[in-house]
């Protein structure tokens, strides 16, 4: 089975918000991190099989997944250092936009799931029938 290589796009909202603290904190580590983020992500047919990712909910064409990822050179695995990317998988047009990046302590205490959800929710109309 061929892989298709998704086109990947970084949304304003997630740039905009916990995607600056990354980039402060972990500098070039990030970069690194970002790029490799990117080179899963646009082979996603083949990773959304792995265990780092989670399928929120998904339609024929369109799909919300939570991505586990850890930063380069820190030594948790992907699901422990609590470091999530949700994103938009639009199969039909092989686009995968990354909605929120954001490392658990980012949202606060309470329930992770529920935080998110309501980000998304909040900031992109278009996929709230997915949650």
């Known amino acids: 089975m061929m ?3 998704y ?15 990354f980039s402060k904190k972990y500098k070039k580590a990030w970069e690194v991190t970002l790029k490799a983020l990117f080179e899963e992500l646009q ?3 083949l990773f959304v099989k792995t265990s780092a ?24 695995s992907k699901k422990a250092s609590g470091n999530r990317c949700i994103v938009a998988v639009h199969k039909d ?10 490392n658990k302590n980012d949202l ?14 909040e900031n992109y109309l278009n996929y709230i029938y997915l949650l």
């Open 108 to 121: 606060g205490n309470g329930h992770e799931t529920i935080k998110w959800k309501q980000l998304i929710k």
């Open 7 to 21: 086109f990947i796009e970084i949304e304003k909202f997630a740039e905009n918000h916990f995607i600056k603290n």
């Open 43 to 45: 082979r996603f047919d």
């Open 53 to 76: 990712v989670d399928i929120i909910n998904q339609d024929n064409n369109l799909g919300i997944m939570k991505v586990d990822f850890r930063v380069h050179g820190t030594n948790a």
């Open 3 to 5: 892989s298709t290589n």
């Open 93 to 102: 047009i092989g686009i995968i936009k990354i909605l929120l990046v954001y």
